[in-house]
Nanobody, 123 residues
Framework: QVRLVESGGGLVQAGGSLRLSCAAS????????MGWFRQAPGKQREFVAL????????YYADSVKGRFTISRDNAKNTVYLQMNSLKPEDTAVYAC????????????????WGQGTQVTVSS
């Protein structure tokens, strides 16, 4: 079992940056691959970024590639999502998820979820 808590969301102007954090409980964080997903109003939850257990492998959605960076610090039981050059279409609730398998691109394949954090990008 792992409990996930996100933080770092907020309101930012287009072109700005935010860094999301996802803190995990438990001593087995390094055995989980981690993902970030987002859901905008009226839209389905979508994949944003993945990172494997060691941090040596990552995947990104095409819509965020080159602007977002996923990373992890296993000593701190935390995964991050650095978001730069934010656009209004990035507005969504962002949630982190954990799973023992990698890669997993669909949200339905993840067993553990945080509560989410709101990111709003104004134009």
């Amino acid at each position: 079992q792992v409990r996930l808590v996100e933080s770092g969301g907020g309101l930012v102007q287009a072109g700005g940056s935010l860094r999301l954090s996802c803190a995990a409980s438990g001593r087995t964080f390094s055995s989980y691959a981690m993902g970030w997903f987002r859901q905008a109003p009226g839209k389905q939850r979508e994949f944003v970024a993945l990172i494997n257990w060691s941090g040596g492998s990552t995947y990104y959605a095409d819509s965020v590639k080159g602007r977002f960076t996923i990373s992890r610090d296993n000593a701190k039981n935390t995964v991050y999502l650095q978001m730069n050059s934010l656009k209004p279409e990035d507005t969504a609730v962002y949630a982190c998820a954990a799973d023992s398998s990698y890669p997993r691109f669909h949200w339905g394949e993840y067993n553990f979820w945080g509560q989410g954090t709101q990111v709003t990008v104004s134009s």
